[in-house]
Every structure is written in structure tokens, then in C-alpha cells.
């Protein structure tokens, strides 16, 4: 059993990704925090901030931007949510899942592009 540090919980060492600069071994984060932080990734990568920051305003009146920043960072649904076009009261799991799994494809794809320029 391994303590995930990003979410705390005691997880298999099956749920960590290996990782060769580990001391155990594995990756501090378990799988699904990892997961998460690569759509945090991508979202981050793929998205315009400011045009993503300025829809959220406007579907979020008088919250304060520091929430969007607080979403922004996690990777969160309603970043998500705002990516689709839809509000978070219409993101269904199944969205969420869809949405993750394309920026999931969308990350391998640049880097596998990054890859061939390389001359891999
Ligand atoms: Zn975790």
C-alpha cells in the first residue's frame, strides 16, 4: 500500500504508474490523479485561458475570478463544461469521460508528433 499525494488516499501499488526516478519505484500521485493532471495538462495546452476565463465571467456573474483560476487548475468538470460550450448543470459523466478521453488522445497525438519531428 502507497499513499497517494495528491488525494491522501492509501492506495495498491497497482493504482500508481511506474516511474524510474521514483525511490519505490512509482509515481507519488496514483493513477487517477495522474490521469487527472494530464487532462490538466492538455485542458491547459489546448484552451485559450483568457476567452475560457472571459465565458466563465459571464456564465459566473459576480463570482470572482480566483474560482475560475481554482477550476482552471484542477483540470476541473467545469472547465470541462466550458470547453464543450455547455454549463455544468448539462455535463453528464458520460461527457466528462468523453471530453477526458479526447484530450487524452489529443496529448498522445502531440506527442507522437513531437516524436516523429524528432526522428523517433
Ligand atoms: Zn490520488
Same mark, same amino acid.
Given at each position: 500500500m502507497k499513499r497517494c499525494k495528491d488525494c491522501g488516499k492509501e492506495k495498491e501499488l497497482s493504482e500508481f504508474y511506474n516511474s524510474k526516478? $521514483?525511490?519505490? $519505484? +512509482? *509515481?507519488? /500521485?496514483c493513477k487517477s490523479c495522474h490521469n487527472a493532471r494530464n487532462v490538466q495538462y492538455a485542458v491547459n495546452s489546448s484552451f485559450d485561458k483568457k476567452a475560457a476565463e472571459k465565458k466563465w465571467k459571464m456564465?459566473?456573474?459576480g463570482? @470572482? +475570478?480566483? *474560482? /475560475? &483560476?481554482?477550476?482552471? &487548475?484542477q483540470g476541473a468538470p467545469c472547465f470541462i463544461a466550458n470547453a464543450l460550450g455547455i454549463t455544468m448543470t448539462q455535463l453528464t459523466p458520460e461527457l466528462l469521460e468523453l471530453k477526458r478521453a479526447q484530450l487524452e488522445m489529443l496529448r498522445l497525438t502531440r @506527442?507522437? +508528433?513531437k516524436e516523429i519531428q524528432n526522428g523517433n
Open positions: 526516478s $521514483g525511490r519505490d $519505484g +512509482k *509515481y507519488a /500521485f456564465e459566473h456573474p463570482r @470572482q +475570478k480566483r *474560482y /475560475f &483560476t481554482k477550476c482552471y &487548475t @506527442q507522437l +508528433k
